[in-house]
């Protein structure tokens, strides 16, 4: 495949190559039911020039210089969305991309600030919040009907000449950090983020041109991802109606529009699986997909066995909007995490990991990797990016994923417990019938607590019901608990808390349970208990 430097060269060979295939299919809800626009290549590329001119024209008066920094603040969920993200980086300006759900107006200027934007474009609800701006603001109302019959040349494509140069910016979702913060994204990260998706082809069966939907927003490293991976391929990138999209948009993608490959982040793929399990139809559609992959985190043991079961073919790939792809599997049930090609990293021991059941890895990548980020993201002490992915080597070059370091506890006595195998435990066993979602905490405490969303709300109505459901999860995890050192175990029934479903906190764009603000919340409860 060529060496594409960026993603809109990779676009230009594609239109050039196959124009009248189409690249994005755009889900409108109607009256009559859903229905979509379908775009070609060769429209794709004309309408990114078409926006990157509209933007050179319209920051032109305000002394805005190329490569200055522009915020874009956008649910990212249409095609216009896609547009302006695209349209913006083809005029030759740096893009600093903000989620929408980020609603407050002052965490969003401090990213505009620390970047040091000189101007923000955004979604047209936000604008009674931007009227204090200190810098120039663009509503994105309406772009493609203000595009003119001549339009202003825009020059050739971006040559980026320094590897460190900036293309990009995002930015976490403060799900890993407890706060958002700059991603820059350079030249030689994009390049080799580009060589990885181009290496997949060669061991990833595609039986079919592939047509796959967005994972989330367009301002999301995740979709960018998927997206530049769709053009690679010469594939199609549906945008549904929201994220996420409600099961009958699935199955009308798959049975009506040719959806190949379903990604889903792992909370929504388990309950989507766990919906298949009592519908039928569903489950016959899930059944015509080619691949479904999913990232960001692993997959419930007992879902993925399942849909093994049921001949799915899973690729799980392992990434972050500061690495990109590093890790993927593919195929075969339980099958490890191996390295995609040309990703340079090392796996560093813990240094206190002498009271853990395993042998735990760090997942760090060194500052001459090309994946390695931004130098303002590196440890300040050793210059590499450590990731706070945590990995157990299962045999030589094949590793599977053990959490984040977050998700190890912290225990009284600097002792380790998994919390998320208990959760995984708690549910295989639970599931079904008692618990909708579940968060192990207990920092610096003897013994780990759980707090669950019950499988249906109606146990809190009583005292009695609450602690007869308390019992029966306690004596169902209670096998998995005796295997555990004393200090990873629950074994009384007041460590097991009860909170209306759907109400534990979890972060926007994935879905996880935030574990730190579930302990913050139950400090003071566990303080009573331990005291």
Known sequence: ????????????????????????????????????????????????????????????????????????????TSYEDLLHIWGIFRAGYTAQLILLRMTDPSVAHELLTAAGAAALVHDPCLASVLQDSTIPTFSANGLLSKFESKLTPVGPLPKMMDGDQILMIYHTSGSTSGAPKLVPITDRWMKCLIKKFSSLSEFLPLPRTMVKVAIGSSTHMGSTMLFLESDLQGGCFIIPTSIPYPTSELVDMIDNHGLTRLDMFPVFLSQLFRQARHDPLLLRSLCLLDHIAYGGYPLNPYEEAWAHGHNSYLISAFGSTEVGLNLISYGAKEAALGQVSPSVFEFVPLGD???????????????????????????????????????????????????????????????????????????????????HAVVAIGVGRPSPAIVLGPKHDDVLESTEKTRE??????????PFHRR????????????????????LPRTDTKGNIRRLKVEEQFKQRLDEMFK
């Open 469 to 478: 459901l308390q019992l029966k999860v306690l004596q169902q995890i209670t």
């Open 1 to 76: 495949m060529a060496d594409f430097s960026t993603p809109l060269t990779a676009l230009r060979a594609t239109a050039k190559t196959q124009p009248y295939a189409t690249a994005v299919k755009q889900e409108h809800n109607a009256t009559t039911g859903p229905r979509y626009s379908d775009v070609s290549y060769h429209q794709f590329e004309n309408d990114i020039e078409a926006t990157a001119s509209y933007w050179k024209k319209t920051f032109l008066p305000h002394d805005i210089s190329e490569q200055s920094v522009i915020g874009v603040w956008l649910k990212g």
């Open 353 to 435: 990991d002498q009271n853990a059941q395993e042998h735990l890895i760090e997942l760090v990548v060194p500052p001459e990797s090309p994946n390695c980020p931004q130098y303002s993201l590196r440890d300040a002490t050793d210059g590499r990016f450590h990731t706070g992915d945590l990995f157990l080597e299962i045999a030589l070059g094949e590793y599977a994923f053990r959490g984040r370091d977050d998700d190890w506890i912290k225990m009284e006595m600097a002792l380790r417990c998994d919390a998320n195998s208990i959760e995984v435990d708690a549910l295989q066993c639970c599931g079904d019938d008692l618990i």
């Open 484 to 503: 555990r050192y004393k200090h990873e175990r629950i074994e009384d029934v007041n460590l097991i808390f009860v909170v209306p479903q759907r109400s």
